[in-house]
């Protein structure tokens, strides 16, 4: 049952009720430093962080990411839903979902995707997954059967698509609160049968779905399915297994920052012989203030105090290569790998990675105190080169973008039970 189009379905969403929905959503529990996590869990007993954390203050703790730990994760989801904290919705449903930063606003609509989307490549990826991560989050699928964050996927922009939403927008919100972190958050239903059928056969004509953010998310639900196809050979289309929960954004809406990089230790080199190696391979200026890069691959560095603009060299870098061109790759092969001796990116602990969000302040920050001896700002990545790395069935290197809007927690669940 290979599809040839693009298939999203609407659900029924198990949310929280509107006076809550504020307490309720959060951001992922990995992103909170411990001693704050345990203050939210502490001050809201509505927040879902309880739900992911279904042991806070227990005596007899079970292991991460076992089957016991799981089974506690899904008895807290059921006292949610039982408290009436949760309700599932009556009508299947689109959900319109809009964040709004200080410098941003993402508007997409939150869907059931088609986990066959994913295996025939109409959805594209553009990062490699980790087979552990991946087993780890089907076995919560199989033992929580909900997924309370959907992928971030990106789709070229669609004026079908772009009318209903608009349409939407003009009317009053189902939830409309804002975040500790100044983001505003709007929710509305699309649940007009007319209106889902429309948004329904636009995405029919969009082949190429994009996952900008959560592809270990999307990889296990595409292996849960198919271990419940095996277990299911009269599976039907239309069970809850074959689709997973997606936030699909127009591209023109996606934000795609740049991955800096910081190194503590230069590879028992000074400064001043680190300096005379980048020459090799860079232009490098010394700038007098707070610096980042202007452009497709110069970078920015910050190291003894002093900043500079350091451009790649013509011939130290192959163009016609969707990887090779990309600056975290040229990074790596001309400075991390050759000079400083970093190899392997994912376990070497001297080089640590920093959102873009936090700027060439943050960079400098880190050296000044000294947990850093080099940091290094990259220019962003764009949409173009994103898609044309998935397109090539290219990977990109670890940490190369940092994609918002970064999608909250617990606002739309949607459920694998029948």
């Known amino acids: 049952m290979i599809g040839i189009v693009a298939k999203i379905i609407p659900f029924k969403a198990i949310r929280p009720t509107r006076d809550k929905a504020y307490l309720v959503s959060s951001m992922p529990a990995y992103i909170y430093p411990k001693h704050l996590l345990e203050a939210k869990l502490e001050s809201n007993p509505y927040t879902f962080l309880h739900v992911i954390n279904p042991e806070f203050r227990a005596d007899n703790k079970t292991q991460p990411n076992s089957v016991e730990r799981f089974e506690n994760v899904k008895e807290k989801f059921d006292e949610f839903c039982n408290n009436k904290i949760f309700l599932q919705d009556e009508k299947e449903s689109f959900y319109i979902y809009r964040q709004i930063t200080k410098t941003n606003t993402y508007i997409g609509l939150i869907t059931g995707i088609s986990v066959d989307d994913y295996l025939n490549g109409n959805i594209k990826i553009h990062e490699h997954t980790l087979t552990q991560r991946e087993e780890t989050f089907k076995l919560y699928l199989d033992v929580c059967q909900f997924n309370a964050e959907p992928v971030l996927l990106t789709y070229k922009d669609n004026p079908i698509v772009d009318a209903i ?126 610096y980042s890069p202007t452009h497709r691959h110069n970078f920015s560095m910050y190291i003894g105090g002093k900043w500079y603009s350091l451009t790649a060299k013509k011939g130290t870098y192959n163009e016609n290569d969707n990887v090779g061109n990309l600056d975290a790759r040229i990074l790596t092969q001309n400075i991390l790998t050759p000079i400083l001796d970093i190899v392997d990116l994912k376990t070497d602990n001297r080089i640590s990675f920093m959102e873009g969000t936090k700027g060439a302040e943050g960079l400098q920050q880190k050296v000044d105190s000294e947990e850093a001896i080099v940091a290094f700002g990259l220019y962003p990545v764009s949409i173009e080169q994103l898609k044309a790395v998935a397109d090539a069935n290219d990977i990109m290197p670890p940490k190369s973008t940092w994609i918002e809007p970064k999608m909250r927690s617990g606002l739309t669940i949607y459920s694998l039970e029948d």
């Open 165 to 290: 939403i608009n349409k939407y927008m003009k009317t009053r919100s189902e939830y409309e609160f804002c975040t500790t972190h100044h983001i505003k958050q709007d929710l509305w239903l699309v649940n007009d049968s007319e209106d889902i059928k429309t948004l329904t056969d636009a995405f029919e004509n969009i082949n190429d779905i994009y996952v900008a953010d959560g592809h270990h998310r999307s990889a296990s639900s595409v292996l849960y399915a198919q271990s419940k196809r095996e277990e299911n050979p009269e599976h039907k289309p239309e069970d809850k297994f074959n689709y997973f929960l997606s936030y699909l954004i127009p591209e023109s809406k996606l934000n795609i920052i740049e991955y800096n990089r910081t190194v503590s230790s230069l590879n028992e080199l000074s400064i001043e012989d680190f300096l005379e190696k980048i020459k090799i391979q860079f232009e490098l200026e010394e700038k007098e203030t707070l």
